[in-house]
């Protein structure tokens, strides 16, 4: 009676490891120790609550006293701090393990915006056509014209000016969504939009809207699965870039809140202590940085590369 059951997923499980992708996985260990300090600052982040040795988050569990420790292997360390502290006595480490949540939180959930808004449009656009097709494309070309951190900048700011004084902190977190989210939709767009205009004309769109099934239906059940391959790769490479462009505005003083840093904030606070020799405030913070960007940005190439049929 088992048999049956276990038989789908060990099907599933041997298609993808017969597969052209996971062959081209395998064979890359950039790619492999990349996925894997992806996931590992991922699982760090989702565990923190669990992992951290202390809450940052949580001002009254801070003291003052504890402020500006060394990491432990430097001269008046403290055990409790492995990275060391900052100047309000927060353990590095935890706080960069809180920090990455909200920084990877942010991305994730931007992204998803900027895919939905861009797909939906694309779709529209190269399906429809017409006046809806100009104009939905030259807004994208003249939000192209200015650069992105730019767009997200200026949409914070109109956001949060939107917002009552003292809602401004309580609602950070999803203003920033919100703005990084808009000025990321433009490569969706333009991607979905340049397979729709070749997929439409195809004979298989054309049988269904023949016997008479709703454009909607087509674009969603026939035309977006094909758009899905770029548009992953896109989704993987903009990861990255939203990652950056919240550590970016939480540095400039308008990401989230102090009381709840980020990566960016906290070398923003480290900033101000790099020069008194206090280094590991925003060395360790940044590095966390790098190393995400830098592991996801590996994936997000490989990924273009090996769903490119050409290059097979």
């Known amino acids: 009676m088992t048999a049956p059951m276990t038989d789908p997923p060990r099907k599933a499980r041997r298609r993808l490891l017969d597969s052209d992708l996971w062959f081209s996985f395998s064979r890359s260990p950039t790619v492999v120790a990349a996925t894997a300090v992806a996931a590992i600052m991922l699982l760090g982040a ?22 500006h420790v060394p990491p432990a292997w430097m001269i008046g360390h403290d055990h409790s701090f492995l990275l060391g502290s900052d100047d309000q006595g927060r353990d590095v480490l935890s706080a960069i393990l809180y920090g990455s949540r909200i920084s990877i939180g942010v991305g994730f959930a931007s992204v998803a915006l900027a895919l939905v808004l861009g797909v939906s449009l694309g779709l529209l656009a190269g399906y429809a056509g017409g006046r809806l097709d100009a104009w939905i494309m030259r807004t994208a070309e003249i939000q192209l014209s200015f650069p992105t951190i730019l ?11 939107a917002l009552p004084a003292h809602m401004q902190d309580q609602l950070a977190v999803p203003v920033l969504i919100l703005a990084i989210g808009i000025s990321g939709w433009v490569q969706y767009a333009r991607t979905v939009r340049g397979t729709t205009l070749v997929e439409k004309n195809k004979e298989y769109v054309q049988a269904a809207r023949l016997i008479g099934i709703h454009p909607v239906m087509i674009m969603l059940k026939h035309i977006l699965p094909n758009t899905m391959g770029p548009v992953l790769v896109i989704a993987t490479i903009h990861l990255a870039v939203a990652i950056i462009t919240e550590a970016t505005l939480s540095f400039l003083g308008v990401g989230v809140p102090p009381t709840e840093p980020s990566l960016g904030t906290l070398i923003r606070i480290g900033n101000d202590f790099l020069f008194s020799g206090e ?3 925003t060395i360790f913070p940044g590095a966390a940085l ?20 050409k290059l097979r």
Do not use: E, K, T, Y
Request: aromatic share 8%.
């Open 290 to 309: 790098a190393i995400l960007v830098l592991a996801v940005n590996l994936l997000g190439d490989w990924l273009r590369d090996a769903l490119n049929p």
């Open 279 to 281: 280094w590991w405030i």
């Open 46 to 67: 989702l565990l923190a609550p669990l992992i951290a040795p202390q809450d940052p988050f949580d001002l009254s569990s801070l003291s003052i006293l504890d402020a």
């Open 151 to 161: 767009i997200a900048l200026l949409l914070n700011g109109v956001l949060r000016s």
